[in-house]
């Protein structure tokens, strides 16, 4: 009777069931199901023993599947059918020598059909903990004596050799080697399991140190002093979580680990937990290192959070989280949302740049304070997304200045503005056009041979350009860029310095800055009719400019009265909505033809 069971159900589960399938599910097998030693080891251990059939078998819940194999065309059946799940259940070497002659397997479907087995023998693939995976084992379609003691071990020694190469895998591909942690490949897929085992959970997400924060260690101390300090970091943090929890190590400066259950307040607990014992120095080498942590917690729902998304909105909330007083929070929906944006955004930028009709170019008209007369126009880039609509360059510009794409935008409009300065000069209207370039594009000297190139092929004079770059440019590689502002200083283009007042502002390097205009931030004349100390900056900007020789521009002017102020104080140029808006270029040279009719 209990034979007959046997053959209707397989072999009985082991009495360590659980554990021994949470070793499968730790060990990822099937990430490696395509892994060319697997193949090799089958195909060797068919050669060796003649065999038609040669597989490595893991047991998986209600399945047996298939890491490697050959000559069968499956890859997996049900665990009821499996012959490898004797070996597993048995922990030793299972052999059977004609299957139709054994009353747990003479009914078995992979005996009275395909693949036909006849012939089994196979040996426990068991890890260091004592559990067991699956087999090696090679399968015959006729019967066969069974492997005799020599032959049993070649089988043993191929056995190992799979196992090793499990382990391998285990170590290359889930283990953070610096920390010995497991890596953020391996939380990924754990987050999966927990929802799929246990169908919600939560995640505590620890970012110990900002990225400029790592640079400046690395670049005192060493790399190795680095990876030493975040051993330390996660053996602080690992020594404070439950017996059952892991920690992980999300990146390079991340530590993660999971919680079953929704018990929110408990996941609260082990943030602050965590938080308040990053708030003393960790000590690495002798030398204290004080963290700058910040604590993301991510609910975690079946179906809802996969093991990527559960990362990168874990991350999202620490992120958050650095703004915030208690340097801790839940994910919030609207991060993602904004986040989403900024990836489609910058998704869509490459695109863009190759569309005909995404990007264009309006115009807004500068104007001298001295006699009213046009002094040239700021060309300002628009997008309109196939998707998400306009959107405002104060969005993507500054992703794109995250990216190398930022250059290209640049050399876009550059070829957009000469453009159009051609077209214009064809009509008979002489303008000058000023153009924004971005920090990176003045430290290297790619950018202004791409700029004279193009001013050669649209016969552009250096007179009808000025560009135009904020402070920021001036921190990263002052001598690389002063290079490059001199080159067009001596090619006769002007240069002025963009939304002055709000970045760098040291009145010393405009001493030695080849540039010639000042541009005063606007921020600094939103409220000038309330607002004494910002009239007392915008005055003392533009006498101190003057003394310098700047030529000073007021933007974003949109009263009357503003206007009036700084008449009186001898700005030289303004722009803003009082005098016109951004506009087409058509539309500007009919604005041009309506405020300056000719004599």
Known sequence: MVLEDAAQCGAPYPSAEAERQAQVDDLCLSCHAQDPVFDQLVDLTARCFNAPIALVSILDHQRQWFLARVGLEAAETPRSQSFCAYAVLHQAPFQVSDALNDPRFKHNPLVTGAPHIRFYAGVPLITDEGMGLGSLCVIDTQPRPELDAEELGTLKKLASLVMARIMSLRESSFIDVPSGLLNSERLERDMTLLQQRVGNGSVVLVDVFTLSHVKDIVKALGFSFFNQLMRETANRLKSLLPPTSTLYRASQTRFATLLEGDDRTSCEALGITLLDALQKPI????????????????????????GPDGLRLSISAADYARSLNEKWAWFRTELDQSHQRSFALLGGLSAALMSPNQFRLEYQPKLSMRDGSL??????????????????????????EKTALVHSLTLWVVQESLRQLNEWRAEGMNLTVSINISAGDLETPVFVDELVQQMRRYGIQAGALELEFTESVLIRSPEAVKLQLQRLQAMGIE????????????????????????????????????????????????????????RVIAEGVETQEDYDLLAAWHCDEVQGYLLAKPMPPAALTGWIQQRYPPA
């Open 283 to 306: 000590m690495c080498q002798g030398i204290p290192i004080q963290a700058q942590a910040a604590v993301g917690l991510l609910p975690l729902h079946a179906g809802v959070t996969d």
């Open 375 to 400: 002094t040239g126009v700021e060309a300002l880039l628009r997008w309109t997304h196939p998707e998400l609509g306009p959107v405002g360059p104060a969005e993507f510009i500054p992703l794109a």
């Open 495 to 550: 240069v002025a310095i963009d939304d002055f007042g709000t970045g760098y502002s040291n009145w010393a390097y405009l001493r030695d800055i080849p540039a010639s205009a000042l541009k005063i931030d606007k921020s600094f004349l939103d409220d000038l009719q309330n607002n004494s100390a910002d009239r007392h900056m915008a005055k003392a900007i533009i006498d101190l400019a003057h003394k310098l020789d700047f």
